[in-house]
Structure formats: structure tokens, C-alpha cells
């Protein structure tokens, strides 16, 4: 399936959208995005991503165009254009094109992209366990805001990459935060440990799920400042999100992780969330 664009409300195929290179978020970065899976041709938790997505364009001061009803029909729409089975799809809202000035353009109209492209899930291989490293959390203050902002996590994934890991696990003043593109989540005496909520994280579409699961299986998650020395401890560790869903993490730092191999919590979150895209996509 070739990919399809969307673009301030027309469909057309990816190399014929185009935007103009005085684009605020070409220029600064000055708009927020969300990532949404498809299986099979349904949306997983899309109105989730639509509040996330909304929540972010607020922060940012910059209205959404679309209202939640308008914003999913065009995304299911462009789901059913492209025949999009496994995918996904990248929205991403700008500030609009305008002369280049730091100040808010005062009548400019924001540029709203999708594209809807295949995509596979993790691999057999990243599915019994990946690696990461922790990196320095270089990043801003305000990082619940799903920004275009991403050089920090590049870098760190990019590192990660080179230091022959899947994930930079990123650590601020001592306090794990998340991951350049994921959740984390630590797996103590049965437990889930998994940092809170604050500014200094997103809060993932998949963390939610995944913290509603361990609910349901009678799984303990206690959500608290995680100190950089318990990753080491850990019985086990996973990463959560969109694109990844639910990864073993089986080497920190080079060092094995528990056994070295996925934990049975670990294992029983990822089935049950396997079990959960089916139920409500009726596919997985
Ligand atoms: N990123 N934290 C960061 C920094 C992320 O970039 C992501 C996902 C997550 C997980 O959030 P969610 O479960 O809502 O996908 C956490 C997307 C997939 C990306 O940038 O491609």
C-alpha cells in the first residue's frame, strides 16, 4: 500500500503533499503531534490520542481546527482510503506558515498533516526482550506536551542505537522519567513500579491501558518517583507504547535484566494487552 497524506482537510497520495518551507513547524518545531496504531484497519484508543492530541495543542496555545468528531472521521476516512491493515498514522498540528518571527502570527491558519502508512509490530526478535541503556534526560520542562520538539530523544535513541540498544531509558537529576520514545515500567515482587505523572513525562495512551490491565489481573502498580539505582534491581522491566506496545527489556546497560530473559509479569501484561487490541478492534 503506497502511503496517503491528508492535508488541512484533502486526501492525497504522500509525494504530492507538500507544505510551505516557512512552516512554523518546519522553522521551529512549533506544533504538537500523536501516533495512533492501526490493526487490521481499526484505530486503537483513538479517542484517547484525540484528548492528548487536544491537550497538547492547549498547552501550546494553539486551537485544535477540528473537533473530536471531525478529527476521528477524518482518520477513519483516510484509514479506509488507504486500505491501511497494519499501520499507522501521524497526525502533526503547526502554528501555520509565516514570515519567520519568534511572536505568534497574528491571522495565520495552522497546518494539520496525516499520513497513514503500514506498519508491522515489534519484531519475534524485540518481542523476547530488547536492550537499553540509561542516558542523561536533556530535554524540556514541559515534556507531557507531545511537541515536535524531539532533537533531545533523537539524539538519545541515536545513541542508544550506536551503544547496540533498542531504547535510551532517560534519567533526570537521579529520577527515571521515560524513554526517548516510550514509557517505562519496573516489575518488583510481582509489583509494577512506574513513574507518576508530571511534566517531565507523557503520559502514554499505552501506559493507561497497560496500568487498567495490571488492575484487572490483580496485578499491585504503584506510581512514584523511580530512583535510577532501583533500574538495576529490578526483577524486570518493560517499555510501553503505541508503535511498540508491550517490550521486555532483558539488558540495561549490558548488564541482564532479572534472568535475562522476559519476567512472567512482563509476559502476562503483553498477552493480556494482545488480548485487549483484539477485544476492542475485534482483530490482533
Ligand atoms: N511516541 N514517551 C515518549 C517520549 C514517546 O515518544 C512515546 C510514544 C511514549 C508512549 O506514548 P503512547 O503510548 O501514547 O504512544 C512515551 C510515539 C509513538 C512516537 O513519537 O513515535
Not at 507523557?202 to 523511580?226: M, N
Request: glycine share 10%; net charge neutral; with cysteine.
Amino acid at each position: 500500500m503506497p502511503g496517503l497524506a491528508y492535508l488541512n482537510g484533502r486526501f492525497l497520495a504522500l509525494e504530492d503533499a507538500t507544505v510551505s518551507i516557512e512552516d512554523r513547524g518546519f522553522q521551529f518545531g512549533d506544533g504538537v503531534y500523536e501516533v495512533i496504531r492501526v490493526y487490521r484497519g481499526a484505530p486503537f484508543r483513538l479517542h484517547d490520542h484525540f484528548l492528548r492530541f487536544e491537550r497538547s495543542a492547549r498547552a501550546i496555545a494553539l486551537p485544535c481546527p477540528l473537533s473530536a468528531a471531525e478529527w476521528e472521521t477524518a482518520i477513519r476516512d483516510g484509514i479506509a482510503r488507504s486500505q491501511c491493515g497494519e499501520g499507522k498514522v501521524y497526525v502533526q498540528l503547526t502554528r501555520g506558515a509565516a514570515p519567520r518571527e519568534h511572536l505568534f502570527p497574528s491571522a495565520t491558519r495552522p497546518t494539520l498533516v496525516m499520513t497513514f502508512r503500514e506498519m508491522a509490530g515489534p519484531d519475534a526478535s524485540q518481542r523476547r526482550g530488547v536492550g537499553a541503556v540509561t542516558l542523561p534526560d536533556l530535554r524540556w520542562a514541559r515534556c507531557s506536551i507531545k511537541s515536535l520538539n524531539l532533537l533531545p530523544n533523537l539524539l538519545a535513541r541515536q545513541a542508544a542505537n550506536e551503544a547496540g540498544a533498542f531504547e535510551a531509558i532517560l534519567v533526570r537529576d537521579g529520577v527515571v522519567t521515560e524513554g526517548a520514545a516510550s514509557n517505562v515500567c519496573l516489575v518488583n515482587d510481582g509489583g509494577l513500579v512506574t513513574p507518576s505523572l508530571n511534566d517531565q513525562l507523557l503520559a502514554g495512551v499505552t501506559r493507561a491501558v497497560v496500568l487498567d490491565l495490571a488492575g484487572q489481573l490483580g496485578i499491585a502498580v504503584d506510581e512514584r518517583a523511580v530512583r535510577e539505582e532501583e533500574l538495576p534491581r529490578a526483577d524486570e522491566i518493560f517499555l510501553i507504547g503505541t508503535t511498540i506496545e508491550v517490550l521486555p527489556v532483558v539488558r540495561l546497560n549490558g548488564a541482564p535484566v532479572g534472568a535475562g530473559t522476559p519476567g512472567a509479569v512482563t509476559r502476562a501484561i503483553a498477552e493480556a494487552f494482545r488480548r485487549c487490541v483484539l477485544s476492542e478492534t475485534g482483530r490482533a
